[in-house]
């Protein structure tokens, strides 16, 4: 029981995170991020329809050295919200 309460409470904690990141993220913002630290090797369309939250994390995992990546990059938790938005945009 005290094992089911958890589970549940940590999938509300995830779902309230992923709305928070959605709703103070900016597209717009993100694109000349994205340009700048992305684009040489990336297109923002091939990441239309993809989870904004989903990428957020990825990205915080490349700028935090857990996940391994072509070069390091530096990204506040704004601007990886931002990037995140515009990539799952598809660039739009």
Known sequence: MKMSRLFVVGLATL??????LSASADAAAGKSKF???CA???EAGDFEGEDAAALADSLK???GGQLKHKEPIKLSDQEIADVAA????GGK
Do not use: K, N, P, R
């Not at 779902?15 to 928070?20: F, K, M, Q, T, V």
């Open 15 to 20: 779902g309230l995170a992923g709305w928070s």
């Open 35 to 37: 340009e700048a630290a």
């Open 40 to 42: 040489d090797c990336h």
């Open 61 to 63: 995992q490349i700028v």
């Open 86 to 89: 515009f990539m799952a945009s």
